[in-house]
């Protein structure tokens, strides 16, 4: 019986350092790169969650990807259609408007949303949503992904060239 009951007590230890070990590894390794949840109610006004984009307008969506040209290079968001335009600050940004504003035009007439994003620290998504709202080129409503790039290739929405 005091075997027994030493034997439980170790397989009970070696259960809790067990523990302790895959929780110091998940908080090392896999937690900083997990993405914090997208609360919809919590965001800003302009502002969108993937998944609202996906359960309000699921395909009906222009993207404007406004992270620098050598990211867009490197690898970007892919579709069969003109639904990705890249649109980012610089001497360049009127032309990309331009061969945009067509396609931008007509996204409210198709119920659709337009969605800029770049990359998480930077600030060009909310720079070119303000500047597309201000010329009002469309009555689709523009929004900002929150998360930007890293919630989409999350998604596995990213095609790496």
Request: charged share 25%.
């Amino acid at each position: 019986m005091k075997d027994t009951f030493a034997q439980l007590i170790r397989l009970g230890l070696i259960i809790v350092a067990l523990a302790f070990v895959l929780y110091w590894v998940d908080a090392a390794w896999f937690a900083p790169r997990r993405l914090p949840a997208c609360v919809q109610s919590e965001l800003p006004q302009g502002r969108v969650c993937l998944e609202t984009v996906r359960q309000q307008w699921q395909d009906r969506v222009v993207w404007v990807d406004a992270r620098s040209e050598s990211d867009f290079e490197i690898n970007h968001l892919m579709f069969n259609d003109n639904r990705m335009f890249p649109i980012r600050p610089g001497a360049q940004r009127q032309q990309l408007i331009d061969a945009a504003a067509e396609r931008l035009m007509t996204a409210g007439d198709k119920g659709e949303c337009i969605v800029v994003f770049c990359t998480g620290d930077c600030t060009s998504s909310e720079e070119i949503a303000a500047e597309l709202r201000e010329l009002q080129l469309t009555e689709a409503p523009i929004y900002v992904l929150e998360g930007g790039w890293d919630v989409l290739r999350a998604a596995g929405m990213v095609n790496f060239q």
